[in-house]
C-alpha cells in the first residue's frame, strides 16, 4: 500500500467507524481525527485503534472529572485525549472550534 492509499484508508476506517457508532461524539472525534491523516505515519496509528476504544478513553477521562452525574469537557480536551489515544502528531492549525458536550 502506497502512501496515499494509506491515507485514504484511515480517513476511510474512521469515518465509517463514526458513521457506524452513531453518536456525537464519535462524529466528533472522526472529524478531527479525520483532519490529521494527512500523512503515512498519522495514517498507520489509525489504521492500527478503534475509534469505540477511543471514545471509552475520553468518556472515562470525563468520568474522572464528573459532579453528580455529569462531566463536561470542552472540545479542545476531547480533541487532546483522542489525539493522545491515536498517539498522532497534529496540526493544530486545521482547527480552531471548540465545542461543549454533556457525557452521561
Known amino acids: ?14 469515518m465509517g467507524e463514526s458513521f457506524k457508532i452513531e ?11 479525520d483532519e490529521q491523516i494527512t500523512n503515512e505515519k498519522n495514517a498507520e496509528k489509525i489504521l492500527s485503534k478503534s475509534l469505540s476504544d477511543c471514545i471509552s478513553t475520553v468518556i472515562a ?3 474522572k472529572k464528573a459532579n453528580n452525574g455529569y462531566a463536561c469537557l470542552s472540545g479542545e480536551e476531547v ?10 502528531d497534529a ?7 471548540t465545542y461543549i458536550f454533556e457525557l452521561i
Open 1 to 14: 500500500m502506497d502512501n496515499s492509499e494509506k491515507i485514504n484508508a484511515a480517513r476511510k476506517k474512521i
Open 23 to 33: 453518536r456525537r461524539l464519535a462524529l466528533y472525534i472522526g472529524e478531527k481525527i
Open 61 to 63: 477521562a470525563a468520568q
Open 79 to 88: 480533541k487532546r485525549i483522542a489525539y493522545e489515544f491515536y498517539e498522532i
Open 91 to 97: 496540526d493544530e492549525s486545521m482547527d480552531n472550534l
